[in-house]
């Protein structure tokens, strides 16, 4: 463990530091929660290092976090919202007056308040949750979309850009690194075959039919802390990745997240389908508050779930290619077996588009009169 302590004197903390420990699931930067006392009572905030062997420009990273969330703030404390502080992360200030701190081993750290009286959960456990997630999402996208100034910068570039995740494709079947392109033929032809998909995004944004927006870029339910209480979406968190996208990115990735009937690497294909009350919940929570999306946006939001399914199941192909370089397994299968249920749920989405966008229509239509 880092010394906690040394950390907290790098924040205008205003406040006693007391203890802390470890805390959460996740998997890349280190995260803290850490107890201090200010004049009597007890308070939390996170403390997180970002792990810059993932995120090469950490400086450039909380730029954009600070940009978006102070825009969030100013934006909820504009419409008197009650809880303006407890609905956007917020970052401590540095002694120095950044949105960030670096330590004496050159690591980079921020520290936001804690959010009280609300908590992520890694798997959906019912229709409500994906309604509410669905719906701070979009909250989270309606109060950035008048954020002004410069562009955000990308954190991971071209990290949805899906041409180019077919183009890595194409590179690791030529070289063939690991010598299983024989054995994944129909995998590869299943994802050439719908090569026009993979650009469809990119080209309505390149000719101004879509247009650029902040994304999120992680819309999975974790990324959103419930009230304890009422189960309602509280606060978007996980901000690593929110840069210059499209919408669809988002709503696309909470379709092949929480809409699949089945986990994403279940090996038994036959068990892999859309849920439509699941889908129907995402589009209801999110086209309650997304209300910025034109009309090219909303015609495309059926067709966002399989586009990004698609793009995942090529990446976890592409790194099966290459020798499972990539993605965590547990098994030498696993990344081909995750390649085979997105693509199983690709499919079941394009037999399935009628319906899932007649979803959409009447919830937009409802919305709209």
């Known amino acids: ?6 950390i907290s004197a790098l924040f205008d903390m205003r406040a006693d530091f007391v203890h802390a420990q470890a805390y959460g699931s996740g998997h890349i930067n280190d995260t803290y929660c850490a107890w201090y006392d200010q004049s009597g009572i007890r308070l939390r905030y996170i403390h997180q290092r970002i792990n810059h062997n993932v995120f090469k420009k950490p400086i ?9 969330t102070r825009h969030a703030l100013a934006a909820l404390l504009a419409a008197d919202h009650p809880e303006a502080r407890r609905r956007t992360l917020t970052c401590i200030p540095s002694t120095h007056g950044k949105p960030y701190a670096i330590d004496p081993e050159g690591n980079v750290w921020r520290t936001y308040p804690f959010i009280e009286r609300a908590r992520g ?3 959906i456990e019912n229709n409500a949750q994906a309604y509410q997630a669905a719906r701070a999402f979009g909250s989270f996208q309606n109060l950035a979309a008048t954020l002004g100034g410069e562009r955000l910068h990308e954190t991971i570039p071209d990290f949805h850009h899906t041409p180019k995740r077919l183009a890595a494709l194409e590179a690791a079947i030529s070289a063939n690194t690991a010598g299983r392109a024989a054995s994944v033929a129909a995998e590869i032809d299943f994802a050439r075959a719908r090569s026009a998909d993979c650009s469809r995004i990119t080209d309505l944004i390149a000719n101004g039919t879509i247009p650029e927006r902040v994304t ?3 819309t999975k339910l974790n990324n959103v802390l419930l009230d304890d209480v009422t189960a309602e979406g509280v606060c978007v968190i996980d901000l690593d990745t929110t840069m210059p996208g499209s919408a669809l990115y988002d709503f696309g990735d909470m379709i092949r997240t929480a809409a699949p009937s089945t986990r994403e690497d279940d090996p038994e294909l036959k068990n892999i389908g859309v849920r439509f009350d699941r889908f129907e919940a995402l589009v209801q929570g999110y086209l309650s508050t997304a209300t910025f999306l034109n009309t090219a946006e909303r015609n495309h939001l059926a067709f966002s779930g ?3 399914t698609l793009e995942c199941g090529i990446r976890f192909l592409t790194d099966y290619l290459n020798g499972d370089i990539y993605f965590k397994i547990k098994r030498p299968e ?3 077996d995750r390649c085979r249920n997105q693509f ?3 499919r079941s989405i394009e037999d399935s588009m009628s319906q899932l966008e007649d979803i959409v229509a009447k919830q937009d239509s409802q919305l709209l009169s």
């Open 1 to 6: 463990m880092h010394n906690l302590k040394a």
């Open 60 to 68: 450039e990273l909380m730029e954009n976090v600070d940009r978006v």
């Open 121 to 123: 959960y890694d798997e």
């Open 216 to 218: 999120h870029n992680d």
């Open 306 to 308: 399989k586009l990004l």
């Open 334 to 336: 696993h990344n081909i």
């Open 344 to 346: 199983a749920f690709v």
